[in-house]
């Protein structure tokens, strides 16, 4: 039904417009008294062994949806209803900002593919925060956590700091992300003395907390061998409760879209099928360096059922999903987690 009726006349339209008014949809059928308790009939499957315990936390299954599609949190109890395991918001920063300019998103239909190069579009991470104190959903929530565009890459930290100030008390783990293609200069902070000096800060500042919450590092899919064994070293050397693999690429190679349709799109982050591969490989990698119970999260062209199975075999304890929610509809999280209860 989605995909021979419902994304057919979405994609009629320009990618981000229609993103937001899906949202307001949502927004005002969640309003109305049983639609979400019908969505979840639909789409929630929870099953006792699909559950799983990662750093300290419990998931209902192992299905999350990746930061990027609710930054704002805007749409947690609906969202929650589509059956993921978890939610991560963001990306937010300390400041709202407007982002790179429109358009922004783009479709690549041959290939199952996004590009995007948003910048990091959000309304400040109080504004987030002020509406998760108002959720009523217990799904587990992840904060995704960036800098201000502005922000020099020697001041970084204090971005990260705000933000994890401000969401602590509202969200379950912390994501550090300083792998958006998006943000000029913030693929810098991956270098190995950066990464190490930042990733020691937010640790510690999660150390000296009461009650002490998951830090985990999202990286790029573009990384070399010899980065990514800096990222296990520095991984193990701060204590990180765990990595994110992976972001979008900055590649375009192998594409069934014509380069001269990609030329014309221009920069930004790849999503989708063609990262299907180099994603399972960089979690093969890092799970055969960091040994078999350091908690990794695979995220990258998981499109069917099938591509979880791949990822979760290479290494991934839970995977995220973003491009294939959008290219193979919400029903795509119930076919996942039943492929993934079968082979379990």
Same mark, same amino acid.
């Given at each position: 039904m989605y995909k021979l009726l419902v994304r057919p006349f979405l994609f009629l339209f320009d990618p981000e417009a229609i993103h937001h008014l899906v949202f307001k949809v949502l927004s005002l059928k969640g309003k109305i008294p049983g639609f979400k308790p019908l969505l979840r009939a639909l789409f929630d499957y929870k099953k006792p062994r699909l559950e799983k315990e990662l750093f300290g936390l419990k998931f209902? #299954? +192992?299905?999350?949806?990746? %930061?990027?599609?609710?930054?704002?949190?805007?749409?947690?109890?609906?969202?929650?209803?589509?059956?993921?395991?978890? /939610?991560?918001?963001?990306?937010?920063? +300390?400041?709202?900002?407007?982002? #790179?300019?429109?358009?922004?998103?783009?479709?690549?239909?041959?290939?199952?593919?996004?590009?995007?190069?948003m910048g990091f579009n959000n309304e400040g991470v109080e504004k987030a925060v002020e509406r998760l104190k108002k959720r009523n959903s217990k799904v587990i929530i992840g904060g995704n956590i960036g800098k201000n565009k502005d922000t020099p890459n020697e001041k970084a930290f204090?971005?990260? =700091?705000?933000?994890?100030?401000?969401?602590?008390?509202?969200?379950?783990?912390?994501?550090?992300?300083?792998?958006?293609? #998006?943000? $000029?200069g913030l693929r810098e902070l991956q270098d190995k003395e950066p990464l190490k000096r930042l990733m020691s800060h937010v640790k510690g500042l999660s150390r000296s907390k009461e009650k002490v919450k998951p830090v985990l590092l999202k990286i790029a899919p573009d990384l070399t061998t010899s980065q990514l064994d800096?990222?296990?070293e520095i991984l193990k050397e701060t204590k990180t409760d765990g990595v994110i693999a992976t972001n979008t690429t900055i590649s375009r190679e192998a594409l069934q879209t014509s380069s001269d349709e990609v030329g014309t799109i221009g920069a930004g982050g790849l999503s989708g099928k063609p990262l299907t591969?180099?994603?399972?490989?960089?979690?093969?990698?890092?799970?055969?360096?960091?040994?078999?119970?350091? $908690?990794?999260?695979?995220?990258?062209?998981? =499109?069917? $059922?099938?591509? %979880?199975?791949?990822?979760?075999?290479?290494?991934?304890?839970? /995977?995220?999903?973003?491009?294939?929610?959008?290219?193979?509809? $919400?029903?795509?999280?119930?076919? =996942?987690?039943?492929?993934?209860?079968?082979?379990?």
């Open positions: 209902t #299954n +192992p299905v999350g949806l990746a %930061a990027g599609f609710d930054k704002d949190a805007k749409l947690i109890d609906e969202l929650a209803c589509f059956g993921f395991g978890f /939610i991560e918001i963001g990306t937010l920063t +300390p400041r709202p900002q407007l982002g #790179n300019e429109k358009p922004r998103l783009f479709r690549l239909p041959k290939d199952q593919a996004l590009i995007n190069r204090s971005d990260y =700091m705000l933000c994890f100030e401000a969401l602590h008390p509202h969200v379950n783990y912390f994501v550090v992300n300083v792998s958006s293609p #998006n943000t $000029p800096d990222i296990v591969s180099k994603s399972t490989e960089v979690i093969g990698y890092l799970r055969k360096q960091l040994g078999p119970d350091y $908690p990794i999260i695979g995220v990258g062209g998981i =499109m069917n $059922p099938q591509d %979880a199975l791949d990822k979760l075999n290479a290494g991934a304890d839970l /995977i995220q999903l973003y491009t294939g929610f959008i290219y193979e509809g $919400p029903g795509v999280v119930k076919r =996942m987690n039943k492929a993934i209860l079968k082979n379990n």
